[in-house]
């Protein structure tokens, strides 16, 4: 037997039971003081803050000194927004952007094919023994660029390296890759690519682990094609790692310098700068780095609007669908 207590009401008010009283929540703590409400998050805290101010070091204190290199001169004086605006009037800078461009339009797509045709093979039940498929599949990866535009270079040479070797069997005549503008944007890529591309296998390979297996038997019950069940269903599972490496392989395509330090060295002329080359160029050789500070600050920029792009439209809405 259950006994209702029952409160007493005020005049004119009937009587109401004690189970049907609402009481008003706490007010919500704040996150701080939530946070340390517990003895245990206070010593997370604690030991948390020593890498905090390191990275708030490491991290802030560049962003910031970059920012008074722009709006001084090499004098240091305060000039303001006169070194970006001699950015727009240089025809050297545009052409390092152009070419950091067309360097991520060209090397994404191709690193992204590559590495998910290599994530569906390893993942594959036709692949055994996974693990040393990684292993050896990262091994470009694991290359600096130095070493990795070195050995291109030698198998660029025109009568010793092995890319030209097909060529001379067949009667063609060698071509010489690093001389002219052209073969040289081609070969460029290809080194990132190679270089690169094990980036996207890992991560878009960590994406297709964790798609479940019922899905796929549930799609061949209902009649689906091997296709259609890649692109309805394996797709949405690994889009937010498409975007990820999509992102990554995109910063690191645009930012190479060791690879053409190694190989070109910026030429033939001028033909193989991008904004990487373009900053040391101006930092360490014209002895300018106020100017090449304000190159920094766009390389930043194009960084991050690509990135809210890629996040915009391959991660967010998509898998909001």
């Excluded at 091994?139 to 025109?158: F, R, T």
Aim: aromatic share 12%.
């Amino acid at each position: 037997m259950t006994v209702q207590q029952t409160v007493s009401p005020l005049p004119g008010q009937p009587a109401t039971s004690a189970n049907n009283v609402t009481t008003k929540p706490p007010p919500p703590q704040g996150m701080w003081s939530e946070l340390f409400s517990f003895r245990d998050n206070r010593l997370g805290v604690m030991l948390i803050v020593p890498s905090l101010l390191a990275l708030i070091l490491v991290q802030f204190y560049p962003i910031v000194y970059n920012f008074w290199l722009i709006l001084t001169s090499e004098k240091g004086e305060w000039i303001g927004l006169a070194n970006l605006s001699r950015l727009t009037r240089d025809t050297i800078f545009h052409g390092a952007l152009i070419f950091s461009l067309k360097m991520g339009i060209v090397v994404v797509p191709m690193c992204l094919l590559v590495g998910l045709g290599l994530a569906l093979l390893v993942h594959s039940d036709y692949a055994g023994r996974k693990a040393i498929w990684i292993s050896i599949l990262i091994i470009p990866l694991m290359v600096s660029e130095i070493v990795a535009g070195m050995m291109w270079k030698i198998m660029y040479h025109p009568t010793l390296g092995l890319v030209n070797v097909p060529l001379t069997a067949l009667g063609l005549e060698p071509i010489i890759w690093l001389v002219k503008a052209d073969s040289a944007f081609i070969a460029l890529c290809v080194v990132e690519v190679w270089r690169i591309s094990p980036l996207a296998f890992l991560l878009l390979y960590a994406g297709l682990n964790q798609v479940p297996r019922d899905i796929y038997e549930a799609a061949a019950v209902d009649g689906a094609t091997r296709w259609r069940a890649f692109w309805d269903m394996t797709l949405p599972y690994i889009r937010p790692m498409f975007a990820i490496a999509t992102i990554l392989v995109f910063v690191w395509s645009t930012r190479t310098i060791g690879t053409i330090a190694a190989t070109t060295q910026g030429g033939p002329g001028r033909a193989t700068w991008n904004l990487s080359w373009y900053i040391y160029g101006m930092s360490f050789q014209r002895l300018k780095p106020h100017y090449a500070s304000a190159a920094v600050l766009v390389m930043l920029l194009m960084t991050y609007i690509a990135g809210t792009i890629f996040v915009r439209y391959l991660w967010v809405e998509r898998r909001s669908r």
